[in-house]
Nanobody, 115 residues
Framework: QVQLPESGSGVVKSSQTLSLTCTVSGCSITASNHYWSWIRQPPGRGLEWMGSISYDGNTNYNPSLRSHTFISRDTPLNQFSLQLSSVTPEDTAVYYC???????WGQGTQVTVSS
């Protein structure tokens, strides 16, 4: 069974950097053709794909977020991480890590940006 619990700060101040980590168990993040994403859902809105990192370390980002989003990985720890800089209250959302094409999802973590 693949599990992807998210961890990180639940409250971030405006203009600071949001940092979250996803620790994957049951599957290696370097397994061939696996793509690991960060997805968020602001209150009252739909899911928004933020970006992904592939099994071989390549990253792709949502163009609307590219300028302040960074996704990285730690292969020995089987983790991948999200950094979102210069946050505003509009970045308040439930953040999920996922390999959505394989229906692997974390439980989601609420992040609130305070003004």
């Amino acid at each position: 069974q693949v599990q992807l619990p998210e961890s990180g700060s639940g409250v971030v101040k405006s203009s600071q950097t949001l940092s979250l980590t996803c620790t994957v168990s049951g599957c290696s993040i370097t397994a061939s053709n696996h793509y690991w994403s960060w997805i968020r859902q602001p209150p009252g809105r739909g899911l928004e794909w933020m970006g992904s990192i592939s099994y071989d370390g390549n990253t792709n980002y949502n163009p609307s977020l590219r300028s302040h989003t960074f996704i990285s990985r730690d292969t020995p720890l089987n983790q991948f991480s999200l950094q979102l800089s210069s946050v505003t209250p509009e970045d308040t959302a439930v953040y999920y890590c996922a390999a959505y094409d394989r229906d692997y999802w974390g439980q989601g973590t609420q992040v609130t940006v305070s003004s």
